[in-house]
């Protein structure tokens, strides 16, 4: 969770509450006109932006360890201008499943992805957070990661992080422009041009050789064998739960969603397995025998001992490979952040060969304490403000929805929580109402700005089926469904036990994050 605070001085609750869309109007149209002048850029970024401008000036300046636009005019249309091409390429919703295109960039790159050592995740949930945490423990042990993740929250620079911060904006424009040669080269060679995943993924790889890291720490975008990420040979393959997602593209069972992720199990690797179903457990199983991997399966050789809530956190005992880690305190709530500390540590201790068969030792119990007391999961049960509570949350499909329901319940003792719930298409909206609807008092449905936001009357539909119509409200854009949910939270002046939480879709926790702390 992040901890920072605007920098004016001003502490969350003292935040102004979120205007409204009338204020805006009455003010001469502040937000319509900054939306027109920025016209030339996309518009989606330019609404969500000139929300956060007109927000910030009364919130105070930007907080938040996420990357802002850059403050350069210059840098900063550099930044839009490589975004505006990356996004005319085939998007990440687009697919075709073949490496081929992959292949054929890193040959004409000089392979850059063949001069480290990789960590690569796969899993349904808790990547992001898992390929943080293992980052961060990296680190600590005084090597230098490079860590590929996605989506981003607010930021694209955020996919590729050097020494656990995202890439600097000139950096990420001059890596493109450094390798745009050789992808319109290969564009050229192929039946279909590199999609804007095959694009980021290469300039990761590249800025990775470049830096260059001691290791890459490399979370699929979808999948695994398939995926652009997996022309890396992971000396560790990581797999976070596998659940029900992306039907469509991956299968409608776990057995077949697993054997799409274990194409990460490379010959030789060592697996790191988290809790899972037994069918897919089975799947992955075989494939490490197929390729003679190694597997460290949490709850057999690895898992969480003990752990309880702790201000800001919670306390963890974890069972490494070398031993067990007590007293350890992780700045993250809920259950399945202690497992994904619990993965994390078990991939990190992989990677330094512990459990080889040499006699097990644990890691500097030292070194681990702190690395995991810096990590922040931005967007993930994060808190934006006070009076009330405002969270956000990216869960986006049953699974996460249920992991994040049950932090709630634990870690914040909310006698009043309103959802704030902005959907993507494709994604099971009703499993995921279904499983926040046990905590929450009342929802607001909207929509982000994206064009794959599900339309806001078919969310309501499936709401009202759930929650029943007297607990739902639809308010269209987001700036509103929060102003409205706070009101909700704030009726019968529970201040202290009243909460919002924002959540659905990462792009919506992306733009809520604009709205409540600014950032251009």
Not at 201 to 227: L, Q
Request: proline fraction near 6%.
């Amino acid at each position: 969770m992040s901890d920072a605070q605007p920098d004016n001085g001003q502490e969350p609750d003292d935040l102004p509450a979120i205007p409204s869309i009338d204020d805006e109007q009455s003010e001469g149209g502040e937000f319509d006109r900054i939306v027109d002048a920025e016209r030339d850029r996309d518009p989606d970024l330019a609404v969500i932006e000139a929300g956060s401008r007109t927000l910030r000036a009364q919130a105070g300046p930007p907080g938040g360890d996420l990357p802002t636009r850059p403050d350069d005019p210059e840098l900063d249309r550099a930044l839009a201008d490589v975004e505006k091409e990356l996004l005319a390429r085939w998007p990440e919703t687009k697919l075709d499943p073949s490496t081929a295109r992959m292949s054929a960039l890193m040959d004409v790159l000089g392979e850059p992805q063949r001069t480290y050592p990789a960590i690569h995740i796969t899993g349904t949930n808790g990547k992001t957070t898992t390929a943080r945490m293992i980052e961060a423990l990296l680190a600590g042990f005084d090597l230098r990661p490079g860590r590929y993740s996605s989506p981003h929250v607010q930021s694209i620079t955020e996919r590729i992080s050097l020494d656990g911060a995202p890439i600097p904006a000139d950096r990420f424009v001059s890596v493109y422009r450094d390798i745009q040669p050789l992808v319109e080269l290969v564009d050229a060679q192929q039946e279909h041009r590199l999609s804007f995943f095959e694009v980021l993924t290469g300039m990761a790889y590249a800025a990775f050789a470049d830096a260059p890291v001691d290791v890459a720490v490399v979370e699929v975008g979808m999948g695994g064998s398939w995926d652009a990420t997996n022309v890396i040979d992971g000396t560790v393959a990581v797999l976070t739960p596998i659940s029900l997602d992306h039907r469509a593209r991956l299968g409608d069972t776990p057995e077949r969603i697993a054997v799409e992720k274990s194409g990460i199990i490379k010959p030789g690797a060592r697996v790191v397995l988290a809790q899972q179903q037994i069918e897919a457990a089975s799947v992955v199983l075989r494939r490490a025998v197929e390729v003679d991997a190694t597997v460290a399966r949490e709850g057999m050789e690895f898992g969480v001992l003990a752990r309880e809530v702790a201000v800001g956190g919670q306390l963890l005992t974890l069972r490494g490979l070398g031993g067990e880690y007590p007293e350890v305190f992780l700045p993250l709530h809920g259950a399945h952040m202690a497992h994904n500390a619990a993965v994390a540590l078990a991939a990190v201790e992989a990677f330094f060969g512990v459990g080889d068969g040499r006699p097990a030792e644990p890691l500097d119990q030292d070194v681990v304490r702190a690395a995991f007391a810096s990590v922040t999961s931005p967007g993930r049960l994060e808190v934006l403000r006070t009076s009330p509570t405002v969270l956000v949350d990216a869960a986006h499909n049953p699974g996460g929805a249920q992991a994040t329901a049950e932090a709630i319940t634990e870690a914040f003792g909310f006698s009043r929580l309103i959802g704030v719930v902005g959907a993507t298409e494709g994604k099971d909206v009703r499993g995921l109402l279904e499983a926040f609807e046990p905590v929450l008092t009342e929802v607001v449905v909207t929509r982000n700005t994206s064009q794959r936001a599900v339309d806001v009357d078919a969310l309501a539909a499936v709401a009202v089926e759930v929650f029943g119509a007297e607990r739902v409200q639809v308010e269209p854009r987001l700036d509103d469904a929060i102003e409205a949910a706070v009101a909700l939270a704030e009726e019968e002046h529970e201040y202290a036990a009243a909460g919002v939480l924002v959540t659905g879709s990462v792009i919506t926790v992306g733009e809520a994050r604009l709205l409540l702390k600014g950032g251009r």
